[in-house]
């Protein structure tokens, strides 16, 4: 049998396992047998710090999609680097990317932990805009949020925000 990309599939086991150097030496061999990469391998492969994401991607033609934008978004947030996250985020948005419901539910869960309530709530509506349904796990997060804060003074807003969100 003659490896092809698919064969290299087990690089996402490896790295579920953690087992971050075989990941990488089995991507090496993927490339030496000139096998390109796709989008997903190279997203299983954000998971290894050595690993060049933006340079590889560039020299085998790899365009990122959303679930790729989404990792490093939800890294980020991960981290409490929100600033980086928005920036990522817009960065998706210019390549011509349409973000889904699971970016916007990163960010809005970052910016509730990091008391931007305000923003959290304008990304809601943001969504509600581009007819993104927000999850209720979003919602419950972000009501919280705003009890917890008690600082939004518009309160148009967050009736209209209860309103919507069917609390």
């Keep these: 049998m003659i490896p092809d990309l698919y064969t290299f599939t087990v690089i996402n086991t490896y790295c579920r396992l953690n087992e971050l150097k075989e990941a990488y030496a089995l991507f090496i061999r993927m490339k030496t047998m000139g096998i390109k990469p796709d989008v997903v391998t190279c997203t299983v492969l954000l998971n290894i710090p050595k690993f060049d994401t933006k340079r590889e991607m560039k020299a085998f033609d790899v365009k990122p999609d959303v679930v790729y934008y989404t990792f490093l978004i939800a890294q980020q947030c991960k981290i409490q680097d929100l600033q980086e996250a928005e920036r990522i985020f ?49 919602l419950s997060t972000v009501q919280y949020a705003i009890l917890k804060a008690k ?4 309160k148009k807003v ?6 919507r969100a069917y609390i």
């Design 158 to 163: 967050i009736q209209e925000f209860m309103k």
């Design 90 to 138: 817009a960065e998706m948005i210019e390549s011509g990317l349409e973000p889904d419901v699971v970016p916007y539910t990163a960010l809005i869960a970052s910016c509730c932990r990091n008391g931007f309530v305000h923003k959290a709530v304008t990304l809601i509506q943001e969504m509600w805009g581009k007819g993104i349904e927000p999850t209720t796990a979003s």
């Design 151 to 154: 600082r939004l003074r518009s």
